[in-house]
DNA sequence: ATGAAAGCGCTAACAA
DNA sequence: TTGTTAGCGCTTTCAT
């Protein structure tokens, strides 16, 4: 690998054959000979050879690159989300190229840019409110968690997510069988249509319970940090003392409030029960740990990766809404 | 950006000049007008044109692109580094391939592939051990935390790292401060330099304390994880039950310990005082909070870039290794 | 200060 | 089944 690159038709005139022939069995696009095929393999093994992407990229018009936009990598929902397809990706011979927006505009479009510069043949989005949707490049592309608002040009794009309606309604219910009737909400504010779900599912989860939905124990966060969790819990417990049992669209949020409980002394899940969504592993090291609503990153990540590869492969979109079903974990929270 | 790509042809046609020209401009190689930049400026910013990186890439025989080996972005420490790295590269017009190895040669050889095939002009390494050596590429490359084995063919690589030795000093040094005398250290086993080295600190500082340095005091973990903290809290506890103070070379061990203090009514820091080391995020939310040394990732990124990018551009190296200062950061752990 | 032209390594259309 | 050849968009001599 630290020899020197080789080209094919270096390879093409050891094996005797013409560079055009080296191109077809290295693309298996028939039309050679057993043994041409396996005289020119044995060469490429020989010398480790890889084919030049920039060369291969530059004649295709397209590279074996995709781009994966995260908010933020270093929130681990998403991390584990972006590492899972570069691993499936790197298996399929795509270079991914995981990109940190960090919520910002100019930098979700300086990476656009240089993704198209790099001839980019795919893109994967994963949550966040899209902040220039009309800068997004026209090639395949899967959205995950958030619901691409532009049902652009061709269809060449689906949109997965977890059953988060689903997800909230069984959070409630599940509050619920723990005895709890008077039930608050704390959801990220905005549009993102994840987030906005889950609460819908809190709703639909009160009223088949046969409880008032009371929009005054529905609370909204600016970000999904700690900080956050514990503030709003603060304010939450504050302006209404009576409440058992809270549901929050993001584990991140619950951490928080659990932080909040073990230094106010409100012990939970006596005191208050707590649920968050997502599950993540940080979830099992809370005190107590927090009962919450797992998302299968993993099989998020392999759905959404095969779907691209296929669409990248140039046939049609098969499904363009994807839901993943969601399960309750039960931990000490409640 | 959506609009369809353009070509230095086209933008050659429109300002009147020669595809040459264009390129100088852009490439600003000298060799033209005031006049003519100008024009061709324009119509550059008019339609927003972006040089095809492969076409580029493929004739310089070097892409704009710059691999960053990480193990596990999953960990916040790498991952804060190589988000931080990849801005930085991005203001400079590099794209960062951010790779996770998952500890394993096999991912590595096939990113190291990957990357070789896409001409990378650079490359960095984000503590870990090296796992194939005779793999690496022949660019210039920084190494961050870990000491590269082969220093090999020209010296084109620098390595940089925090004063772990200090690093481990300052611990003991502030342990002994606050009233311990039988002071334990949990270290990750193997062979990294920077974990090994915090260790070495550990030991002076013990030594200049007066104190003696007893090697049933100093313990090893398999992994960086929670988990392990953990277990290997319990053991030292029952082995050694007089320990007043333990010092573990990462944060993510001592916030194990801290759990399992927790778990068991152990009081920190009046039954036992923790310090860990790097200053991860989560040290202000444990209970009590961990105290620690920090190492600086932004300072430690934007060196490594500096350098890496001033490599690249052909420069010699100026310093081969680069160490960076740390700080103790006292929380409630002692 | 500018242009013409030769490739970089590869794929694909066309011939044979 | 195989070879020849024309570019993909760009940089870079070498002329002018």
Same mark, same amino acid.
């Given at each position: ?95 991914a190229i995981i990109c940190n927006t960090n919520e ?96 819908? =599912? &809190?709703?639909?989860?009160? #009223? %088949?319970?046969?409880?008032?939905? /009371?929009?005054?124990? @529905?609370?909204? *966060? ?6 956050? =969790? &514990?503030?709003?819990?603060? #304010? %939450?417990?504050?302006?209404?003392? /009576?409440?058992?049992? @809270?549901?929050? *669209? ?12 073990? #230094? ?5 899940? /006596?005191?208050?029960? @707590? ?22 990153? /993993? ?36």
């Amino acid at each position: 690998m630290t020899a020197k690159k080789i080209t094919l038709a270096e390879i093409a005139q050891m094996a005797g054959v013409s560079i055009a022939t080296v191109s077809r069995v290295i693309n298996q696009n028939g039309r050679f000979s057993r043994e041409t095929e396996k005289r020119v393999n044995e060469i490429i093994t020989k010398y480790n050879y890889r084919p030049n992407q920039m060369a291969r990229g530059l004649r295709k018009n397209r590279g074996k690159v995709v781009g994966i936009i995260v908010p933020d990598v270093t929130n681990e929902f998403f991390a584990k989300m972006a590492l899972e397809m570069q691993n499936r990706l790197l298996n399929e011979d795509y270079m991914a190229i995981i990109c940190n927006t960090n919520e910002s505009g100019e930098i979700e479009k300086a990476h656009l840019s240089m993704l198209k510069s790099m001839l980019v043949s795919g893109l994967i989005y994963i949550t966040h409110e899209s902040i220039d949707t009309n800068h997004t490049l026209i090639v395949p592309t899967i959205y995950i968690d958030r619901e691409p608002l532009c049902k652009s040009a061709e269809d060449e794009n689906v949109f997965i997510e977890s059953e988060n309606l689903e997800g909230g309604y069984q959070a409630v219910k599940h509050l619920v069988e723990k005895g709890c009737r008077r039930i608050a909400a704390v959801c990220l504010r905005g549009q993102i249509s994840s987030h906005h779900n889950r609460l819908e =599912g &809190y709703k639909k989860g009160l #009223k %088949l319970s046969g409880l008032p939905v /009371d929009e005054d124990l @529905i609370y909204c *966060t600016q970000a999904v940090s700690y900080e956050d =969790g &514990y503030d709003v819990t603060d #304010k %939450l417990l504050r302006e209404h003392p /009576d409440v058992e049992g @809270i549901f929050y *669209t993001a584990d991140i949020l619950a951490l928080g409030a659990l932080q909040y409980c073990l #230094k106010n002394n409100i012990k939970a899940p /006596d005191d208050i029960k @707590i649920i968050g969504f997502d599950d993540i592993s940080a979830c099992t090291r809370s005190i107590p740990p927090l009962t919450t609503i797992h998302q299968s990153v /993993d099989m998020i990540a392999e759905l959404a990766v095969k779907n691209l590869v296929s669409m990248m492969d140039g046939n049609p979109v098969q499904r363009s809404y994807i839901k993943f079903p969601i399960s309750v974990v039960v931990r000490g929270s409640t």
